[in-house]
C-alpha cells in the first residue's frame, strides 16, 4: 500500500524559511516521479511543483507563484522528498501535500499533508 | 498555459439523485502519447483529495462505480448516479502533463 507521510510544517515568519519532507513507502521510491501540491486555507488546489527520477535528469518543475524561492529535491537512498522553501511570504500559508502515481506524472497517491503558517 | 474551468460552482442534490459536473479546457488536452491526463479527485471535508476517475473514464481502485468520466479534447464531466451522504465535498479536475492544473472545484452537498 502506498504511504506518503509528510513532515517539518509549522509556523514561520515572512521571510523565513523552512523544509518539508515526505517519507514514502509501499512503492519503488526511486522510479517514481514526485510532486507537492498545496492549498490555502478555504482555497483550491496549487501545484507547487516537480522532479522526475534520476533517469530523467532528476528535473524539476515550479509554479510561477515559487519559482525561484521553493526548491525540490530527493534522496532515493532514504525514500524521502524535500522541499525548501526560503524568502515565505503570508501567501504561502497552506497545508502542503506531497502526491505522486502509477505512472510519470500522476497524481494518484496523496499524503495527508502538513500545514505550514506563515505570519508575523 | 492551460485553464480548467469547472461548473457549476455549488451542486445542491437530493440523495439517490444524479450529479453532473463540468470541466472545460482552454484548450485541447489530448498529449502527443495520443492519451489525455484529465483526471477528478474528491476532497471530502477535512481530507487530503483523492484520485476517483483517471484518464477522462477509469475509476481509481476502490472507487464506486456510481461514479463515471467522460468526454474528450476540451470537455469532460463527471458523474455520479446515484449521490450518496458520502459523496459530499468539493470535486476538483486535473490535467497533468508538462506541469498540473487544477479547475476550481466544486461543491457538491446534500439538500
Known amino acids: 500500500e502506498v504511504h506518503l507521510v509528510e513532515s517539518g510544517g509549522g509556523l514561520v515568519k515572512p521571510g523565513g524559511s523552512l523544509r518539508l519532507s515526505c517519507a514514502a513507502s509501499g512503492f519503488t521510491f526511486s522510479n517514481s516521479w514526485m510532486t507537492w501540491v498545496r492549498q490555502a486555507p478555504g482555497k483550491g488546489l496549487e501545484w507547487v511543483g516537480r522532479i522526475k527520477i534520476k533517469s530523467h535528469g532528476e528535473t524539476t518543475d515550479y509554479g510561477a507563484a515559487v519559482k525561484g524561492r521553493f526548491t525540490i529535491s530527493r534522496d532515493d537512498s532514504r525514500d524521502t522528498l524535500y522541499l525548501q522553501m526560503n524568502r515565505l511570504e503570508t501567501e504561502d500559508t497552506a497545508v502542503y501535500y506531497c502526491?505522486?502515481?502509477?505512472?510519470?506524472?500522476?497524481?494518484?497517491?496523496w499524503g495527508l499533508g502538513t500545514l505550514v503558517t506563515v505570519s508575523s | 498555459d492551460i485553464v480548467l474551468t469547472q461548473t457549476p460552482l455549488s451542486l445542491p442534490v437530493t440523495l439517490g439523485q444524479p450529479a453532473s459536473i463540468s470541466c472545460r479546457s482552454s484548450q485541447s488536452l489530448v498529449y502527443s502519447d495520443g492519451n489525455t491526463y484529465l483526471n477528478w479527485l474528491q476532497q471530502r471535508p477535512g481530507q487530503p483529495p483523492r484520485l476517483v476517475i483517471y484518464r477522462v473514464s477509469n475509476r481509481f481502485s476502490g472507487v464506486p462505480d456510481r461514479f463515471s468520466g467522460s468526454g474528450a479534447g476540451t470537455d469532460f464531466t463527471l458523474k455520479i448516479s446515484r449521490v450518496e451522504a458520502e459523496d459530499v465535498g468539493i470535486y476538483y479536475c486535473v490535467h497533468n502533463e508538462q506541469s498540473v492544473t487544477f479547475g476550481g472545484g466544486t461543491k457538491v452537498e446534500i439538500k
Open positions: 502526491v505522486t502515481g502509477v505512472g510519470y506524472g500522476d497524481v494518484d497517491y
